[in-house]
């Protein structure tokens, strides 16, 4: 079955710098990539996403990239506030929908000021 | 419709007795999928549903685990002879035929004694 790896497990920036997070899939048949927020206590929320058609997709301060010949894809955030410190998960779904995501093991984002 | 519901939001059990979880998903979604997350992982996929049918279990979905969707709208999630093992958060989520993307619920809490 697809396997995702996420890196770092653990992320802190200053407020103002940039945070990457890198996951890498193993199922070339994935075609669907999500991105969930979880403040503590809280449910996962989706925050982007992006669909094999596209290399890249951004959204305000959050940007996604998609390499599918060397299957990863990262989520880039720029000029981070202490609010989106969080622990953030990709994701992979295979077969063309949401029907089943295998996720990441999480990064923990630590925004200092 | 204000989101994804799940009951209880705690559960503290004993070793050996049976347990059942509500969900509600959001009233037009008929897609439901529970999802298993323990401290510190990524959610782990357990089963979904289109409508009332289930459409796939997970291995990791023992023989105690059984869920239902009877009605095509609310469904429950029965663990039979708890055991310590299946202490974990159990979040529910849900979304629209041919839409990407889940809004979870904010999670059962079980906690085996």
């Known amino acids: 079955g697809e396997n995702v790896e996420q890196h770092p497990s653990t992320l802190s920036v200053q407020e103002g710098d940039s945070a990457v997070i890198k996951c890498t899939y193993s199922?070339?048949?994935?075609?669907?990539f999500p991105w969930y927020k979880q403040e503590l206590g809280k449910r996962p929320q989706l925050i982007i996403d992006i669909r094999s058609n596209v290399g890249e997709k951004k959204d305000q301060r959050i940007a996604v990239t998609l390499n599918k010949t060397a299957k990863h894809f990262s989520l880039h955030i720029t000029e981070t506030q202490p609010e989106d410190s969080a622990v953030y998960f990709c994701?992979?779904?295979?077969?063309?929908?949401?029907?089943?995501?295998?996720f990441g093991t999480g990064t923990r984002l630590q925004v200092t000021l | 419709d204000t989101g994804v519901s799940q009951n209880p939001r705690h559960k503290i059990t004993k070793r050996g007795q049976n347990v059942t979880f509500r969900c509600d998903p959001i009233?037009?979604?008929?897609?439901l999928y529970w999802y298993r997350q323990t401290l510190g992982q990524g959610p782990e996929f357990l089963t979904y549903?289109?409508?009332?049918?289930?459409?796939?279990k997970s291995r990791l979905l023992s023989d105690r685990f059984s869920a239902e969707r009877p009605k095509g709208s609310f469904s429950t999630l029965e663990i039979q002879r708890t055991e310590q093992g299946d202490s974990a958060m159990y979040l529910c989520a849900s979304s629209l035929p041919g839409r990407y993307g889940y809004t979870f619920g904010s999670g059962t809490r079980l906690t085996v004694v």
């Open positions: 009233s037009e979604h008929n897609r």
């Open positions: 549903f289109q409508n009332e049918a289930q459409l796939e």
């Open positions: 994701a992979a779904s295979i077969g063309g929908t949401a029907s089943k995501l295998t």
């Open positions: 199922d070339s048949a994935s075609n669907y």
